[in-house]
């Protein structure tokens, strides 16, 4: 793997704007966290604990984590931790290490809530019921009093946003979010202080290339809301705060650029969407907060997917350059970030390459000044 400081190319490193000669980020070495069998992951997770950080994969053989330091490095042994999540997999903070809600799809078809500490130990300390063998997209917040998981499935193109809440080891019944006759997918979830609020893609059912929708917000009370309408096969919407608020951000094909961008936008303002990066491979973008905001997202090069991770101000505008993790003959289809001391982890997978090499694991430390 290449780790490249680009602009609009890989071709083109050092400063992109007047700002990047004092907000430059780069990255350090890079650590092979695990091989993965098969294509590659069906998910990948990562979250700081204390000093260190956890990364979580699934893929064909199980669900897996390992202890990583805060460059990268790998700390003892990979621990396998159950069956695989072909659903997808949500790993968020707990306080002492992560708690990584895995969806499990088929004849056993429900999210096992599971405790994992510092030390990759883990145990199961919830279940929580689905409503189909079929779906795809989890996630999961931890509030004040309870854990609550949102999640899409259903038949392909039939697809609801389900929610549930867990408390003392106990899941209530799923409740439907989102409109029984839309194609609803890719939820996220937040605890903003102790509302929650939970977005998604709303897809028009009625279109064929299932490219025109409208990402949906449901901040606890009453119906779900459309913040905007989107054009894009997988807008992919995120929950984050910043020190001004609640951020959305999403994928979307906008004029006069006909390439998918990563957009932000505050929901109770006023404002257009900004865009501030690329976002033009399939996967879905993280964004997470470390002092300013962090945000990873999918894009080709050259018949390539790689990963463009920008920095991002209160502004919701981009500080100094994109910074660019590539791999020639390789896509690189799902990143996961986390905060350090000085910046952000990265965690990124790859999938079968043309080459036949086996598909990996990876994390480096981006650090910033």
Not at 116 to 121: N, Q
Not at 305 to 329: A, F, M, P
Request: glycine share 10%; with cysteine.
């Amino acid at each position: 793997m290449r780790l490249l400081l680009a602009c609009a190319s890989l071709a083109l490193v050092g400063a992109c704007d007047a700002r990047s000669e004092t907000s430059r980020c780069h990255f350090g070495a890079e650590h092979t966290v695990g091989e993965l069998q098969g294509r590659g992951a069906d998910d990948i997770g990562l979250v700081a604990a204390g000093t260190s950080a956890l990364g979580a994969w699934s893929d064909e053989s199980g669900l897996f984590v390992r202890t990583l330091a805060a460059n990268g490095a790998p700390v003892g042994a990979v621990h396998r931790i159950g069956a695989r999540c072909a659903g997808g997999l949500a790993f968020i903070e707990n306080g002492t290490g992560g708690r990584l809600a895995c969806f499990r799809l088929g004849d056993d078809h429900g999210i096992d809530l599971i405790d994992v500490g510092a030390d990759a130990s883990a145990r199961v300390v919830a279940r929580v019921p689905t409503e189909h063998r079929e779906g795809r997209g989890v996630a999961v917040a931890i509030g004040p009093q309870e854990t609550v998981v949102v999640w899409s499935d259903g038949a392909r193109g039939h697809e609801q946003v389900w929610s549930a809440s867990v408390r003392n080891g106990a899941s209530s019944s799923p409740d439907a979010l989102s409109n029984e006759n839309a194609f609803s997918i890719e939820p996220d979830v937040l605890f903003d202080g102790e509302r929650i609020v939970v977005t998604w893609a709303e897809m028009n059912p009625s279109d064929p290339s299932a490219k025109t929708g409208r990402v949906m917000l449901h901040e606890g009370r009453g119906a779900a809301v459309a913040l905007t309408p989107v054009s894009c096969v997988s807008p992919s919407p995120r929950l984050v705060r910043d020190a001004l608020g609640l951020v959305v951000a999403f994928r979307d094909v906008r004029a006069p650029d006909s390439h998918a961008g990563l957009f932000l936008m505050r929901p109770h303002r006023s404002d257009a969407p900004q865009r501030v990066a690329r976002a033009n491979a399939f996967g879905a973008e993280d964004i997470v907060r470390c002092g300013d905001l962090f945000a990873a997202a999918p894009r080709m090069f050259r018949g390539d997917s790689l990963v463009g991770i920008s920095r991002i101000s209160t502004r919701l505008t981009r500080v100094g350059g994109e910074v660019q993790i590539y791999q020639t003959h390789a896509d690189l289809a799902l990143s996961d970030l986390a905060c350090t001391a000085r910046g952000a982890l990265a965690l990124v997978a790859d999938e079968h390459s043309a080459d036949n090499r086996r598909p990996m694991l990876r994390a480096t430390a981006l650090t910033c000044d």
